[in-house]
C-alpha cells in the first residue's frame, strides 16, 4: 500500500465504535521519509476537529519541545496508536487500539524510521512493551527490528505536572544525539 491508498483506506474506517463519534481521522502529519517518528496516544478534541495530530496546548508544548533539539514537524512524522478521538479524551480500549495498529504499522512500514519515540505510556506500552512504567523507564532505549525505540512523558502530562519537565529535557536531549549519531539526513548533514 502506498501513502494516498494509506490514507484513503483509513479515512474510510469502520473496524471499531470510534467512526461513529469521530469528526475526522487523524491520520498522522509530517515528513513521509523522517528518520524519526513520534506516536502518540490517540487525537483530543482540537486534533479531532482539525485532523491534524497535536495542535492543542499538548502540541504547542510538543512544538517548543522538538525546537529545543533541533527539530520540526518537516523533518519528523507524528502518528497516533488510534486515529479516531476516544470520548471524553479516555484511554483508547484494547479492541480500538487493535484494530487500529494496522494503519500505524503500514505508516511504520512506509516511513521506514531509525528511531521511535513514544509520547507517553500508552503508546509506549503498545510499541515497546506492554509492561512499560514511563515514569522509571522514560529515556531509556531499546531496540526492535533494527529501530531503536524510547519514550517521553506525553506533552499534556507535562502540563498536568511542571516538575517533570527538566527530566525530560535530558530525554530530548538524548534523543538528540542519538539522531546526530544514527540518522543521516533528520539534521541535514
Same mark, same amino acid.
Given at each position: 500500500?502506498d501513502?494516498a $491508498?494509506?490514507?484513503?483506506s483509513?479515512?474510510n474506517?469502520?473496524?471499531c /465504535? ?5 469528526t475526522? &481521522?487523524v491520520?498522522g502529519a509530517? =515528513? ?6 513520534f506516536?502518540g496516544?490517540?487525537p483530543?478534541e482540537q486534533e479531532? @476537529? $482539525?485532523?491534524? !495530530?497535536?495542535v492543542?496546548?499538548a502540541?504547542?508544548l510538543l512544538?517548543?519541545?522538538?525546537s529545543?533539539?533541533?527539530?520540526d *514537524?518537516? =523533518?519528523i512524522?507524528?502518528?497516533n496508536?488510534v486515529?479516531?478521538? !476516544?470520548?471524553? =479524551? *479516555?484511554? !483508547? @480500549?484494547?479492541i480500538?487500539?487493535?484494530e487500529?495498529i494496522?494503519w @500505524?504499522?503500514e505508516?511504520? *512500514?512506509?516511513?521506514?524510521p ?5 509520547l507517553?505510556?500508552i503508546s509506549?506500552?503498545a ?7 514511563? $515514569?522509571v523507564?522514560?529515556?531509556?532505549w531499546t531496540e526492535?527490528?533494527?529501530i531503536k525505540?524510547? /519514550?517521553?512523558?506525553h !506533552?499534556a /502530562? @507535562?502540563l498536568r505536572?511542571p *516538575?517533570r519537565?527538566?527530566e525530560?529535557?535530558d ?6 544525539? &542519538?539522531?546526530?549519531e ?5 539534521? =541535514?548533514?
Amino acid at each position: 500500500m502506498d501513502w494516498a $491508498s494509506l490514507k484513503e483506506s483509513c479515512n474510510n474506517c469502520k473496524r471499531c /465504535a470510534l467512526w461513529e463519534t469521530r469528526t475526522n &481521522v487523524v491520520f498522522g502529519a509530517g =515528513n513521509e521519509k523522517a528518520e524519526v517518528l513520534f506516536i502518540g496516544e490517540g487525537p483530543g478534541e482540537q486534533e479531532d @476537529l $482539525s485532523g491534524q !495530530p497535536f495542535v492543542g496546548r499538548a502540541g504547542k508544548l510538543l512544538d517548543d519541545m522538538l525546537s529545543i533539539i533541533d527539530l520540526d *514537524r518537516t =523533518n519528523i512524522y507524528i502518528a497516533n496508536m488510534v486515529k479516531c478521538r !476516544p470520548p471524553h =479524551n *479516555r484511554d !483508547p @480500549l484494547g479492541i480500538e487500539k487493535d484494530e487500529c495498529i494496522t494503519w @500505524l504499522r503500514e505508516q511504520t *512500514r512506509l516511513i521506514n524510521p531509525k528511531i521511535i519515540v513514544c509520547l507517553g505510556r500508552i503508546s509506549a506500552m503498545a510499541i515497546i512493551r506492554e509492561d512499560f512504567k514511563i $515514569s522509571v523507564e522514560h529515556g531509556q532505549w531499546t531496540e526492535k527490528n533494527g529501530i531503536k525505540m524510547t /519514550a517521553l512523558y506525553h !506533552p499534556a /502530562a @507535562l502540563l498536568r505536572d511542571p *516538575r517533570r519537565k527538566p527530566e525530560t529535557f535530558d530525554d530530548l536531549k538524548e534523543i538528540q544525539r &542519538v539522531i546526530k549519531e544514527i540518522c543521516e539526513h533528520t539534521y =541535514n548533514k
